[in-house]
């Protein structure tokens, strides 16, 4: 049986200088969102309160790591023209820019000749990474640790390639 994983809490908890997360789907299936995409696709209109139930265990989450001075970023590799999930995400997450993430879009074909690691992942202080697995219809699957110093630098250079490229939230118009 495979070790029990840590939460995302209990991950970021550790962090002492860095998180970084890189996202490189165009679709997921996660439970938790089912009902808000759902209700995003019928309607256009998203949760996007740091305050509100559905956000407010993350938002306080992040606010309390980078209040340790901790730097959250995260970059999302899309392609163009997006789907309608990453639609439905870009449009959530002004809640993760108003909790302390630096979040950071990069058009797939810019990302042509940067080695990828093959599954998204978080690495806290460039050492720890954490692989989040998805099904094939984008459902999460059983995560894992790795502490592989090999593995951590290839995700370290992959997401800083990708983080020099990506545009800024803020500056990022979907297609």
């Not at 002004?94 to 992942?121: C, K, M, Y």
């Not at 992959?158 to 500056?171: D, K, L, N, S, T």
Request: proline share 7%.
């Amino acid at each position: 049986m495979p070790p029990k994983l840590p939460s995302f809490a209990e991950l970021l908890d550790t962090a002492q200088q860095s998180a970084v997360h890189l996202e490189m789907r165009d679709s997921y299936g996660v439970t938790a969102e089912a009902d808000s995409f759902a209700r995003w696709k019928e309607t256009g209109a998203v949760d996007d309160d740091p305050e509100s139930p559905y956000w407010a265990p993350w938002t306080h989450l992040i606010r309390r790591i980078v209040s340790r001075g901790v730097v959250v970023r995260r970059a999302r590799i899309v392609s163009e023209p997006v789907s309608d999930y990453i639609r439905y995400e870009y449009a959530g997450t002004g809640a993760n820019v108003a909790a302390g993430e630096d979040v950071r879009w990069l058009p797939r074909r810019q990302a042509s000749d940067i080695a990828l690691p093959g599954n998204d992942f978080w690495l806290i202080d460039g050492r720890l990474i954490r692989w989040n697995h998805f099904a094939g219809d984008g459902g999460s699957a059983p995560g894992e640790i790795s502490e592989d110093p090999a593995a951590a630098r290839l995700c370290a250079e992959a997401f800083e390639a990708v983080w020099q490229r990506a545009i800024p939230h803020a500056e990022y118009k979907i297609s």
